[in-house]
């Protein structure tokens, strides 16, 4: 099995590297991350700039070789199928991130955007994440990446299925088990605060802690919170197909002079 691996932490994040050790006997596995950290870069792509490649040596915690690229997460996967690797992988892992991505999250999630670009690319993808505790020991979750993942591959991931995974803070002790659960949508409870210089001029600087605004049902975002794994099958198609027909049925116009 051919691997992919990328990330949103940048080539030298030690996620990045306990997925590889994690996976390194699986397949074939190839890296190819950002050169820089590219948390919330979202499902960005470069447009204004061409893209540099260049090699890295990457020694601790595990030794490998990756590509490093300028530009987002999105560009990395997209030109490393395109371009960089000699075939299409079969798979793409992207992570180990540091900080979970789930509810509304998942929109502004670089981590998130590379897996789904193997996604739109028709390859099987998974995103994986872990909730910041006082630490993170990523050998650890990447230990349970790696179950969650047999179990993904054992399952026959079709063409372009994209899945979420979020390991919870592991301090207070191991995951309480795994639940496949939807989504949250539920909003960011989060805060600007507001700046104004010497020369009055205001700026605003996002808070960097935030929760989410209260949900009820199961979710990802509640799932996470009571130290479960949660897994989330995404879909690319943002359509929503419960409003389709009905706003299809409505008085258009048929044509615009
Ligand atoms: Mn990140």
Redo the contacts with the bound molecule.
Sequence with gaps: MRILLS???GILAPGLAALYAAVADMGEVSVVAPDS???AAGHAITLHHPLSVRPVRVDAPVEFSGVSVDGRPADCVRLAVRKLLPQPPDLVLSGI???SNVGVNVFYS??VAAAAEAAMCGIPAVAFSAKLGDEVDFARVAGYCRKVLERIIADGPAKGDLTNVNIPDLSAGPPRGVRVVPQSTAGLDDEYHRHLDEAGRESYRLAADYGFLPSHGISDVVCLAERFITVTPLKVDMTDHSRLDRMASSDWPDAFQ
């Design positions: 990330n949103d932490d950290p590219q948390s991130n540091a900080g670089g981590t």
